[in-house]
């Protein structure tokens, strides 16, 4: 599946809140460290749309993406648990 195809399934799902997220790997004196952050929170989809392409164009050298979140629900149960992954080969 293509990114846009992911964003637009976060963008569109009906959970209330969307949130973005960022997958980030820096370079360190000695190593790489990889991070996955919260960048963002918001129920305007018009917003977020906005926002993750600002993001995504202003760092290229991030991953980003949008997850529906829906409100009162605890994540480890529903049956997609929004996540961005670190590898090996990402720190490598």
Request: hydrophobic share 40%; with cysteine.
């Given at each position: ?25 820096k ?37 980003y ?17 929004p ?10």
């Open positions: 599946m293509e990114y846009e195809t992911f964003i637009e399934q976060g963008l569109d799902g009906e959970a209330p809140l969307k949130r973005m997220l960022c997958k980030a790997v370079r360190t004196e000695n190593d790489k460290a990889g991070a996955v952050s919260v960048v963002f929170a918001t129920k305007d989809k018009g917003l977020a749309k906005q926002e993750i392409h600002e993001l995504a164009v202003s760092n290229p050298c991030n991953y993406m949008v997850d529906r979140v829906p409100l009162n629900v605890y994540g480890i149960g529903l049956t997609h648990y996540s961005i992954a670190i590898t090996k080969s990402d720190l490598e």
